[in-house]
């Protein structure tokens, strides 16, 4: 589950000598966390008219196409460019899709500092309250090692865990948003959650 600090930075160095396969492989790495952040920030109405996983892998061909003007050399400046580039156009479909027309700065800056607080409340916030100190102390960025925890487990169990905690919804409101019962609701939250930490603590 996510590559250990090393083979990144290995990677990374790679990637910036040219190696287009290993350009590849260090961004597939993020889809996980990139996914995560392009549905909690979308727009609701944008998001029933486009996957995130579209937009991600749009931000994938752009990210390896300009990856020349990456200038940084960590794991965090990667990150931070490549929300910029995933801002960029997620703010291009909401105008499409919403029909704002011409050029609107406030919405740029508002998707792009969403998506940043967005991966600061994985990485400080729900993370931190279910790993050990240990695990905190990684040197992978732990937003991305929660995205890669959630994405294994079961879709079930993935869907509540985000509605409840990415999407703030309660109870009921997640109940009837996957056509259950409140009750199953909870165990299934409860579970996912325990699945979760288990998820986390296999992390190397």
Do not use: C
């Not at 892998?57 to 965090?76: I, N, S, V, Y």
């Not at 607080?117 to 990485?123: K, N, V």
């Not at 409840?164 to 409140?182: D, K, T, Y």
């Amino acid at each position: 589950m996510g590559s250990p600090g090393p083979e990144i930075e290995r990677l990374l160095a790679l990637a910036r000598a040219g190696d287009g396969d290993a350009r590849g492989h260090l961004l597939d790495g993020f889809r996980n966390y990139l996914t995560l952040l392009a549905r909690w920030q979308l727009r609701r109405e944008v998001r029933r008219k486009v996957d995130a996983a579209d937009l991600v892998q749009e931000t994938f061909l752009k990210a390896h196409r300009d990856f020349a003007q990456f200038r940084g050399t960590t794991e965090p400046e990667l990150l931070a460019w490549l929300r910029r580039i995933l801002a960029t156009l997620a703010v291009n479909l909401i105008r499409h899709y919403l029909g704002t027309r011409g050029r609107d700065v406030r919405l740029e800056r508002r998707v792009a500092d969403g998506l940043d607080r967005s991966s600061q409340a994985l990485d400080q916030g729900f993370v931190a309250r279910l790993s050990t100190p240990s695990e905190r102390a990684s040197r992978r960025e732990q937003a991305v090692l929660l995205a890669d925890a959630l994405a294994a487990l079961s879709p079930t169990y993935g869907e509540v865990i985000l509605l409840r905690h990415l999407e703030e919804l309660s109870f009921p409101e997640i109940a009837q948003r996957m056509g259950r019962s409140v009750d199953s609701v909870k165990k299934l939250w409860i579970r996912g959650l325990a699945r979760l930490r288990e998820q986390l603590e296999d992390i190397p």
